[in-house]
């Protein structure tokens, strides 16, 4: 069993790692042994994010510091789940693979590249092995039409449309989010997502445009263009839609088929055909991106679907697009 100590108990770590971790905990997996945040208050207050709040019910037990460093000197730990704001990650991370710590960082991986690529660097030379949480690769929304498009079941994709809107998130310690300094606004926190999943459906973009609008911290509403041979992909980034609910879809089309998803799930719609839904897996998309990095950890296999490299990949793209919007929107080309 897994020994696992978290740093961070705020909004992602209530809302979507603690449940994780209960049902992880029932299977005889993982034991979530300690949890640390500089804000005792945190762990009796409930937090709430965009895809919903904290479990009203949850009895795990674990002892809670306010100090990482203390905590971990107490605790036996085999993996820390760092789920700090953005502008923490690079530093943490760091120290804790220096420590020969297994990591499990939340997304974004860090604030830029070569933030990105020194913890990559970290992780080549530890005993312990990084993951970062970009969770929808282990989504099934997400990994079915991973799936399709891999064996051509509706043939190959033409056209690609994201979108993944809300208000702001005005909820974080220190409304660090609204800083643009220590989140780069909606660009890397939340478009990174959209952003990730084209790159793990179709690859490496030749060249990328993008455009930004600033109401809150900067780079609130994007607009990104990823163009690659034979398909263009246009991914909608915005948390300045004060007032509504969060919202995430997907349009794809293929030669064969356009593939669907919203808050209803998947639907496929076959030319020529009627249209249907899957079945997909009702795993958590948190729980499964867990246990895929908890099972890595027990098996020593290699992590090839979600590898730290990758993760810095995405985090270059970002940078790239916003190169493009600082230039107004030019095309910038995409160095692999």
């Known amino acids: 069993m897994i020994k696992v100590a978290l740093i961070g108990f705020g909004c992602i770590a209530q ?29 009796s207050n409930k937090m709430e994010i965009n895809i919903g709040s904290a479990e009203d019910d949850n009895p795990m037990e674990f002892n809670k510091y306010t100090d990482w460093k203390e905590m971990l000197a107490e605790e ?14 690079a530093k943490t991370t760091i120290e804790l693979l220096k420590r020969g710590y297994n990591v499990l960082c939340e997304k974004p991986m860090a604030l830029n590249y070569e ?11 530890s005993e312990g092995k990084l993951m970062i949480a970009q969770c929808l690769r282990f989504a099934s929304a997400y990994t079915f039409i991973k799936d ?8 190959k994709p033409v056209s690609a449309v994201f979108r993944r809107m809300g208000g702001p998130p005005v909820r974080g310690w220190d409304n660090w989010f609204m ?31 993008c455009t930004t609008k600033d109401l809150y911290s900067g780079d609130d509403i994007v607009f990104s263009r990823l163009m690659y041979d034979g ?14 609910g969060f919202t995430a879809d997907y ?16 639907t496929v719609y076959p030319r020529g055909g009627g249209a249907y839904m899957p079945e997909l897996s ?32 995405t985090v270059k793209l970002i940078d790239t697009l916003r190169e493009s919007a600082r230039s107004g929107g030019s095309i910038v080309s995409f160095e692999k």
């Open 76 to 89: 036996e730990a085999d993996m820390v789940d760092v789920c700090l704001p953005t502008f923490l990650h």
């Open 282 to 313: 009702s795993q958590s998309f948190y729980e499964a991106e867990i246990e895929f990095f908890i099972d890595t950890i027990s098996s020593g296999a290699v992590n090839e679907v979600n590898s730290p490299s990758s993760a810095a990949t």
């Open 179 to 209: 800083d643009h300094s220590r989140s780069k606004g909606c660009l890397l926190d939340m478009h990174i997502h959209d952003i990730d999943m084209a790159r793990f459906l179709f690859g490496e973009p030749n060249a990328v445009t």
């Open 15 to 43: 809302s979507a790692h603690l449940p994780a971790y209960r049902v992880l905990q029932e299977k005889g997996k993982v034991q979530l042994v300690a949890a640390c945040d500089i804000d005792r208050e945190r762990f």
């Open 148 to 155: 399709a498009i891999e064996a051509q079941t509706y043939g």
């Open 115 to 125: 933030q990105s690529t020194a913890m990559v660097e970290a992780a080549n030379q």
């Open 231 to 244: 398909i263009d992909v246009l991914a909608i980034g915005d948390w300045a839609q004060e007032g509504t």
């Open 251 to 266: 349009i794809i089309a293929l030669k064969k088929a356009t593939v669907k998803m919203d808050s209803d799930g998947v």
